[in-house]
């Protein structure tokens, strides 16, 4: 069993028996919700990633990716020489370089929420290598094609757009200049027949169909049972429903979140050579 995000919605919306508008409008928060308190609990392996970049010579700063959360090492390479860089506080590397001298680096640290300082200042142009914890893309950016007849006006990219029947609402992400726009898929949907309006723009057409949504997550992919259950969780908040349900979804949720971190912290990073096989006492 997997989820693509029209599937999760369309799951959330049965378990619950809940197709009330506000209800609907607020399902892509009960799944980002969800993807965080996974994100903050269990430590995956795929939540890790690695980049290349180079530092400037005379320059003590070098920029974070903008998916930046943790670092887990960042080298330079000094010729054919890997050097791993030390992590310190920043107030350690403003006291052992006070006049920003320059040279190889050896300490580095999160300066603020978009570079790095390295100390000594860099003294050469390095290829710099940075392996670090991000926050991966959220099922609820999944587009698809959203195909128009009857366009009056031009819509942009990047514009919001409106249905005039269901009141579901998403953004263009691209072909704003035709009558076929890539959009993010709204948590509500587009009724085939209404008018859809670009709230920048002005511009109108009448809504034909959209193509099938196919993207899939790590979670959706790999946690399905975590992902629904968590949802399920946040859904039955926001309906302040009854304790015994609640319970029941939590319960759910918590255990499959559990075997989760089982998979991320116990098997992931071990093997059966090193560690010899997983072992529980008998019960």
Do not use: W
Request: hydrophobic share 30%; glycine share 8%; net charge negative.
């Amino acid at each position: 069993m997997s989820y693509t995000y029209t599937e999760l919605k369309n799951s959330i919306k049965d378990y619950t028996e809940n197709q009330e508008s506000s209800f609907v409008s607020h399902l892509s928060d009960f799944i980002k919700s969800t993807e965080q308190r996974i994100f903050t609990t269990v430590d995956l392996e795929f939540f890790r990633k690695n980049v290349t970049g180079s530092t400037s010579t005379g320059n003590q700063f070098l920029a974070m990716p903008t998916d930046f959360l943790a670092a887990f090492s960042l080298s330079i390479t000094n010729s054919s020489n890997k050097i791993f860089l030390q992590q310190k506080d920043v107030n350690y590397l403003q006291e052992f370089n006070p006049d920003n001298s320059t040279g190889i680096p050896r300490y580095y640290a999160v300066f603020d929420y978009e570079n790095f300082i390295l100390s000594p200042v860099p003294n050469a142009n390095f290829t710099s290598e940075l392996h670090y914890y991000y926050r991966p893309e959220s099922l609820t950016a999944s587009t698809f094609e959203l195909t128009l007849s009857s366009v009056s006006g031009t819509f942009a990219n990047l514009e919001t757009i409106t249905g005039g029947t269901s009141g579901a609402t998403t953004t263009i992400n691209s072909g704003g200049g035709g009558s076929v726009l890539t959009v993010v898929i709204p948590s509500a949907d587009f009724t085939v027949g209404e008018t859809v309006t670009g709230g920048t723009s002005g511009a109108t057409g009448t809504v034909v169909s959209t193509s099938a949504d196919t993207r899939k997550t790590f979670l959706s992919e790999n946690a399905p049972n975590t992902m629904l259950y968590g949802c399920l969780v946040e859904a039955y908040t926001y309906m302040k429903g009854e304790k015994d349900i609640m319970d029941l979804y939590n319960g759910r949720f918590v255990e499959s979140l559990g075997r989760l971190k089982d998979l991320a912290e116990a098997r992931e990073n071990t093997d059966a050579y090193r560690t010899g096989l997983p072992t529980r006492p008998r019960t």
